[in-house]
């Protein structure tokens, strides 16, 4: 099974559809698929739910889909850089699922692991607990919170060899494990492609099983979020 596709728009072709549910990975700009959110924004595709823990910023990530009003829904942790974002959900035209940051990487994890709900104490007393389901645990009250199961996951990752095995680098590994399993179909954007077998198998940190698609990015941007400076 070839999981190699020569291209970003080709990795996506016959995947990705209006309305769908959609994860992402990233923190940041730190890990994001850039070319496959590129590839995304010029199939048109539209009304897309997205999970992923924040919108990009404006011009870059995510914000380039919600510039073009391809996003209808985010499901995110923080939303705190985007003007845009902004502006559309205090109009009325974005809808926002706001969720605690830990959650939502749970969220992603049970999904992938075939979790169906889960407990927590996050949220319990808050905004976040209301029309959910309460228990009491060893005297605690906790909340249940749905896994998620994208119908397909973009994620980001360093190396990955032809059979899909991933590593990742350093911070850029972030949410992108977990919205790899979870999606129902996995496409990976990474900088490098192996043979199969070249990867020390202590040193995979995703198996190839989860990975349906790969495609080669040998060049992105990473741009910086939040450029600090100091004299010298």
Do not use: W
Not at 72 to 78: A, Q, R, T
Not at 208 to 226: A, C, D, S, Y
């Amino acid at each position: 099974m070839n999981k190699v596709y020569p291209s970003a728009a080709a990795a996506l072709d016959g995947i990705v559809k209006d309305g769908q549910l959609m994860a992402v990975g990233g923190f940041g700009l730190c890990g994001i698929p850039e070319a496959l959110i590129d590839a995304l924004q010029a199939s048109g595709v539209k009304g897309l739910t997205v999970i992923s823990n924040n919108a990009g910023v404006d011009g870059f990530g995510l914000g380039k889909l919600l510039a073009t009003r391809q996003i209808k829904k985010m499901i995110s942790s923080y939303v705190g850089e985007n003007k845009e974002f902004e502006r559309q959900y205090l109009s009325g035209e974005l809808e926002l699922e706001f969720t605690p940051q830990g959650t939502l990487a749970e969220k992603l994890r049970a999904g992938g692991a075939g979790i169906p709900a889960f407990f927590t104490k996050t949220g319990v007393g808050t905004i976040v607990a209301e029309g959910k389901e309460l228990r009491e645990f060893d005297g605690h009250t906790y909340v249940m919170e749905r896994s998620l199961l994208p119908e397909v996951s973009l994620v980001k990752a360093h190396v990955a060899d032809k059979s899909g095995n991933l590593q990742f680098r350093r911070t850029a590994r972030n949410f992108n494990p977990n919205v790899a399993m979870a999606g129902k179909v996995t496409i990976v954007e990474v900088e490098k492609i192996v043979e199969t077998g070249e990867l020390d198998p202590d040193q995979v940190h995703l198996p190839g099983i989860f990975v349906h698609r790969i495609v080669l990015n040998t060049t992105p941007e990473k741009r910086i979020e939040q450029r600090t400076t100091r004299k010298a």
